[in-house]
């Protein structure tokens, strides 16, 4: 990286999403985006974008990378829940959702998991119109990123308790200084409707997950493809 390099972590929010930039000497800036297509334009420039976001649909399958990611977690494998089926994930309902996910795989998903839908759908339709941003728009996972920042031990405290917070704070203080500060200060300058601590903490070891990143450090290590050639692999 040079001196005018940064890249974005992106995480989900209540308003829509929030966005860690983290540039070459890392310095960390934050936003709020409405429309993942507004972000990126704001971010066009980055070297490279975690998000944490479902990217590459499979119809009649789990997908590999969850299944592998959830592997590495172990016991906190469950904050990284198999995605349904594409015809799920495009369903008008939960109900008519789960009817489709039960029929080609035998199960139904949580109303969490529906709940990220709209997130996943947003990112993509922007996506399957923007195929080349994929080259640099790269899915993630927080809690993958904290095991790996952790020395390949998951953390097992809730990110929604003031305990997890601070015990991940912690970890991210190591490369990052004066974090906290940092989180609090945008805390402050924005509402608990929008956007939560844990969002911003997830958005922040997103972003340094992409300026340390590694091509080698990603679930499967091989490269795994949709039918719409979007890639389906976490790095973390």
């Known amino acids: 990286m040079n001196s005018n390099d940064f ?4 995480d989900g929010c209540k308003y829509g999403w929030v966005a860690s ?6 310095k960390l800036n934050f936003s709020l985006h409405y429309y993942f297509e507004e972000l ?14 479902p990217i590459g649909l499979m119809d009649d399958d789990y997908r590999k990378c969850d299944m592998e990611g959830r592997k590495l977690l172990g016991q906190k494998g469950s904050s990284l829940f198999p995605i349904p089926i594409r015809d799920a994930i495009y369903s008008e309902d939960y109900t008519s959702g789960c009817k489709k996910n039960y029929t080609v795989m035998g199960k139904k998903f949580s109303k969490q998991a529906w709940n990220i839908l709209p997130r ?3 990112v993509d ?3 399957m119109k923007n195929k080349n941003l994929a080259i640099k728009l790269y ?34 203080s190591e490369y990052l200084s004066s974090i906290e500060m940092r989180v609090n200060e945008f805390l402050k300058q924005t509402k608990r409707r929008d956007v939560l601590i844990d969002d911003i903490i997830d958005s ?12 080698n450090r990603c679930v499967p290590i091989k490269m795994v493809y949709d039918k719409n050639n979007l890639p389906m692999n976490i790095y973390y």
């Open 204 to 215: 922040v070891v997103l972003a340094l997950a992409a300026q340390i990143f590694s091509e």
């Open 40 to 53: 990126i334009e704001q971010y066009c420039n980055a070297i490279r974008l975690f998000v944490d976001v």
């Open 125 to 127: 339709r922007y996506l």
């Open 139 to 172: 899915e993630s996972h927080p809690e993958l990123c904290f095991y790996q920042l952790n020395k390949n031990v998951p953390i097992f405290t809730s990110k929604k308790t003031s305990i997890g917070q601070t015990e991940r704070l912690e970890i991210l």
């Open 21 to 26: 930039k983290l540039s070459y000497n890392r």
């Open 120 to 122: 996943v759908r947003e």
């Open 7 to 10: 890249v974005v972590g992106i």
